[in-house]
Every structure is written in structure tokens, then in C-alpha cells.
């Protein structure tokens, strides 16, 4: 079972960045925030933009908590991408209940300047191998049918684009479609 704070492996980047992958741990928020913030603020393609930044560390430490409540009830987990003690990419998975226990619903993000260094299919594998523990078969997400570069990183690493949600997200003024992805992991 995960533990808080548990480091689960160290790699180097193709840039030979040494990065850590860790569990979430109880005193992240501010470290949290001060990456995801940037990210939102760059209006990328996640489901937050600049309107919707962290506004203050008890939000984000509201998020830790339920984050650390997920690790210890195994219904999921958030990891960490840390360099030099700073988060530069995170995934987090979560769950689903009752007839849709055996599957899990994945996020993923890494920080504008270590992207394209393989923090991101990194990231994944090891996501994949934590989600079998918890004895899941499938992984899917939905992500923006414009994010060619994340649609790429999703299909090397074993997805399928099985769905479209027509105009499902606002983006930078236009409604774009969502792609459904799914992979089977047992
Ligand atoms: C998507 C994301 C998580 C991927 O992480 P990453 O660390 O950059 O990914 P990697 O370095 O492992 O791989 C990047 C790959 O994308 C490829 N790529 C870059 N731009 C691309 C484009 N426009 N179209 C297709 N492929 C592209 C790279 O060549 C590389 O491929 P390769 O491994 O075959 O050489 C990261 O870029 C990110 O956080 N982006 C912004 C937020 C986001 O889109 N999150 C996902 C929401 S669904």
C-alpha cells in the first residue's frame, strides 16, 4: 500500500535532470500551488484556466487532504515529480465506485519548462504499474481533441481513443470536442 510521502523511484530526464517520483505528503500545498498555478495561468489545455487559480494555501491544502484520504482508502493516489525539492509534474488517479470500481480515471501535468523530456511517459508508467496494485483494469481520461502533443504521450504509451464528447470544453473562445481515451492494464 502507498504511503504518504513514499518515494517510489528516481530517473533521469533526456535533458539528465535528476527528478524524484513521490506520493503526496501532508505539508505539499505550497509547493502544489506554486506549480499548478503557472500552469493554469498559461492557459493550457486542462480542465483550469487563469480565472481559476489557487486562490489561497487552505484551498490547496483542502486538496492535500483529500488527496492523502484517497492514498489511505485506496481509492487512488497523487504523485509527484520533484526536482531539486520542486514539483514539475504530478498525475493523480482516481477510482471509480460501486459498478465502476475496476476502472480508473487518470490526470496529468508537467510544468511548461521540463516538458518534452519523458517526465510525462515516465509519470504513466509508473501510474500503471501503482493502478494494478489497487487491482484496476482499465484506465481512461478525456482530454481536449486539440492536445495533439498529450494524445501523442497517451497512444505511445498504449491508449486507445474510443469516444469523442462533441464541444465539450471552452476553449480560448471556441467549443472543442473531448477525446475519451482508455487502456486495458490486466
Ligand atoms: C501532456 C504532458 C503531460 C506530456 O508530458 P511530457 O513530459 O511533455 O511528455 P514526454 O516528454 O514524455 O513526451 C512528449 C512527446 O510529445 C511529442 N510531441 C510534442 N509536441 C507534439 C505535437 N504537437 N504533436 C504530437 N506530438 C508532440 C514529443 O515529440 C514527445 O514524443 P516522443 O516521446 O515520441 O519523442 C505535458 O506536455 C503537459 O503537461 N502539457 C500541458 C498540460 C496537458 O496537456 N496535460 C494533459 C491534459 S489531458
Not at 509534474?89 to 496529468?108: E, N, P
Not at 484506465?139 to 469523442?164: D, F, P, Q, S
Request: charge should be positive; proline fraction near 2%; charged fraction near 35%.
Amino acid at each position: 500500500m502507498l504511503k504518504p510521502g513514499q518515494i517510489i523511484t528516481n530517473f533521469k530526464t533526456k535533458k539528465g535532470k535528476e527528478i524524484t517520483i513521490r506520493v503526496v505528503d501532508k505539508n505539499d500545498a505550497k509547493k502544489l500551488m506554486d506549480f499548478i498555478n503557472p500552469i493554469f495561468a498559461e492557459d493550457t489545455f486542462l480542465l483550469r484556466g487563469p480565472k481559476d487559480l489557487v486562490k489561497n494555501i487552505k484551498e490547496q491544502q483542502k486538496y492535500v487532504k483529500d488527496q492523502l484520504k484517497k492514498v489511505r482508502k485506496k481509492e487512488g493516489f497523487l504523485l509527484l515529480a520533484l526536482y531539486k525539492n520542486n514539483i514539475v509534474g504530478t498525475t493523480d488517479l482516481r477510482k471509480g465506485q460501486y459498478r465502476h470500481k475496476h476502472m480508473g480515471d487518470l490526470g496529468i501535468t508537467v510544468s511548461k519548462k521540463f516538458r518534452e523530456e519523458g517526465i510525462g511517459q515516465e509519470l504513466l508508467k509508473i501510474l500503471e504499474q501503482e493502478s494494478k496494485k489497487l487491482k484496476l483494469k482499465a484506465l481512461y481520461l478525456t482530454c481536449l481533441a486539440c492536445n495533439l502533443r498529450a494524445i501523442h504521450v497517451y497512444e505511445k504509451w498504449g491508449m486507445k481513443r474510443v469516444g469523442i464528447l462533441p464541444r465539450a470544453y471552452e476553449y480560448k473562445g471556441e467549443f472543442v470536442d473531448g477525446i475519451t481515451m482508455w487502456k486495458e492494464i490486466s
